[in-house]
């Protein structure tokens, strides 16, 4: 199985960017995903997660109300639409997921797989 990220770039403050998170060689859809990010100096931290439902995301705080993550079941896909991005927003931004990965509330159980990451740079 392979993960792979794209849509990362440098834009400027108040940009919007989309990053996808396309799985390859899995013969059935995962039920849950998530996207991390890794500023220069920090740990990996949680971004957002969905699970399986419609309305089954979380959100880390920092991030609630300006991106929004979803998903394309038929091609085992996911997308985090990044809007009113700012300068602190500036990491590199991983996709996770696998068959264990789950959300039950706010609990993300991570998945098996992770991408290589995409970097995301804004500017002010």
């Known amino acids: 199985v392979q993960v792979v990220e794209t849509g990362g770039g440098l834009v400027q403050a108040g940009a919007s960017l989309r990053l996808s998170c396309v799985v390859s060689?899995?013969?059935?859809?995962?039920?849950?995903a998530a996207w991390y990010r890794q500023a220069p100096g920090k740990q990996r931290q949680p971004v957002a997660a969905v699970g399986s439902g419609d309305n089954n995301t979380n959100y880390a705080g920092p991030v609630s109300g300006r991106f929004t993550i979803s998903r394309d079941n038929d091609r085992n896909t996911w997308f985090l639409q990044m809007d009113s991005l700012q300068p602190e927003d500036t990491a590199v931004y991983y996709c996770n997921t696998g068959p264990s990965a789950g959300l039950w509330g706010t609990a993300y159980v991570e998945g098996e797989y992770w991408g290589q990451g995409t970097q995301v740079t804004v500017s002010s």
């Open positions: 060689g899995s013969t059935s859809a995962f039920n849950a």
